[in-house]
């Protein structure tokens, strides 16, 4: 945990506060999963138990009680097991629980079916994210029905509530500690997108590309938020690619789509450069003008703005611009109108970010788009993707895929782009792989 106490704290202070009278909140941690036989996936905690408890171990469970007499925070983990430990590391334990991780009781974890029924019972709502674990929602029955069995009925809770609706919006906007992190994850992002840069060539290996990433990434401390994205060639028109095996040719554009993880905040980040560090007449086009549809969309991204603007001005240049080259043959209004710009710009412009890559937060509220307010943070990312197959257009314009994505914070006045500190102008972009 690199956030302090007090950070996670006045989470679970603000979380209680919008709770109901007489209720109880139980948020599970992530389940170890298996890779294959008795290996084991890294361990990566879930983001909303992480967020209320900065606790990064399995097999626990987060217990909020506003009101409780004798503390509202309570964690049930793992005891200490020095046997153990010595194959699968270092555990709080709950004797150190409460200095090390600020809850005010915890108890083991093989203690809970005995424990967990007491504290839920005369509670009138239990607030969880019923639907996510099969497991969890079986065990959180039967929990209930113990009380139930226990009292007779009058005991036990009466009510379920959505916790992912009170937790979801209050991570939505992120305090000032959060978003310093995000830069931080940010700048490593735009250092590892440099280093691709300054080492690709011709004949290398997607996935050598991603070993530089990596590089930088671990070198600073951080993982991968997402697998990386490399793509060359016709590769950069597939929005998902991951295979990362092809070799690099001469004339290809290389799409890098990556981002670090860094304390569970992750960056997202996407640049496109040609691989021999010389922009073809049509491959410039085209990245100008996506250059152009990022910059007008980062001018909407600012409080009292709803959500979609910062898409719709994206649209409108890219629009213009198809028309302007003869890539879509009808007038604008027909276009925006009909979508059919959307052949060549499939994706919307941006999502949440923050403790997830594609983070939590409704985009509409009451069937409107949402009001964009400081502490959102989003990715501004329009994209031109035309399939080498797609024989309707001219030749010169076939298998060129391009995105330009940087991750940006609405502050009261306007934006601060996160991301900023790896180059994006087609000129800039040429140098630095070129060396000059």
Not at 144 to 159: Q, T, Y
């Amino acid at each position: 945990m690199t956030l302090p106490h007090s950070e996670f704290q006045r989470r679970r202070e603000q979380l209680m506060a919008h709770m109901a009278a007489n209720s109880i909140a139980i948020v599970p941690a992530a389940p170890m999963t298996h890779r294959n036989s008795d290996v084991e996936h890294p361990y990566r905690q879930d983001s909303d138990f992480y967020y209320l408890s900065g606790f990064n171990e399995a097999n626990a469970v987060v217990v909020l009680i506003p009101g409780r007499e004798h503390g509202e925070y309570v964690l049930f983990c793992e005891e200490k097991d020095p046997a153990k430990e010595v194959w699968e590391g270092r555990r709080v334990g709950p004797d150190a629980a409460p200095q090390q991780l600020g809850c005010d009781d915890a108890f083991p974890i093989a203690d809970i079916d005995e424990i967990l029924p007491g504290l839920l019972e005369g509670k009138d709502r239990i607030y969880a994210s019923l639907g996510v674990s099969a497991d969890f929602d079986q065990q959180l029955m039967h929990w209930v029905k113990r009380i139930k069995h226990l009292s007779r009925g009058s005991g036990a809770p009466h009510e379920f509530s959505a916790l992912d609706h009170l937790l979801h919006e209050q991570r939505l906007i992120k305090s000032p500690a959060e978003i310093e992190m995000m830069a931080k994850a940010g700048d490593i992002t735009a250092r590892a997108h440099t280093r691709a840069m300054q080492r690709v060539r011709p004949g290398l290996r997607e996935y050598q590309l991603e070993a530089e990433l990596m590089h930088t990434f671990m070198d600073a401390g951080a993982g991968w938020a997402y697998p990386s994205i490399v793509g060359a060639g016709d590769n950069a028109c597939i929005l998902h690619y991951t295979a990362n095996n092809a070799e690099i040719q001469d004339g290809d554009l290389v799409l890098i789509d990556a981002g670090c993880e860094l304390d569970y905040y992750a960056a997202d980040v996407t640049r496109t450069f040609p691989a021999n560090g010389r922009f073809s007449a049509p491959q410039r086009t085209l990245y100008e003008l996506v250059l152009a549809a990022q910059l007008a969309a980062f001018e909407q991204v600012k409080p009292g703005n709803h959500w979609d603007q910062p898409h719709q001005a994206a649209v409108d240049v890219l629009a213009k611009g198809l028309i302007e080259l003869g890539l879509l043959q009808d007038e604008l209004e027909q276009v925006l109108e009909e979508q059919s710009y959307r052949r060549f710009f499939m994706h919307k412009t941006g999502h949440w970010i923050g403790m997830d890559v594609h983070d939590v937060g409704d985009y509409r509220v009451d069937g409107e788009w949402r009001m964009l307010e400081p502490g959102m943070v989003l990715t501004i990312e329009p994209g031109l993707y035309i399939a080498p197959d797609d024989l309707t257009v001219a030749e010169q314009w076939r298998g060129i895929g391009i995105r330009i994505e940087d991750d940006v914070a609405v502050t009261p006045g306007g934006y601060r782009n996160l991301t900023a500190a790896v180059v994006k102008s087609a000129d800039e972009i040429e140098r630095l792989i070129q060396g000059l």
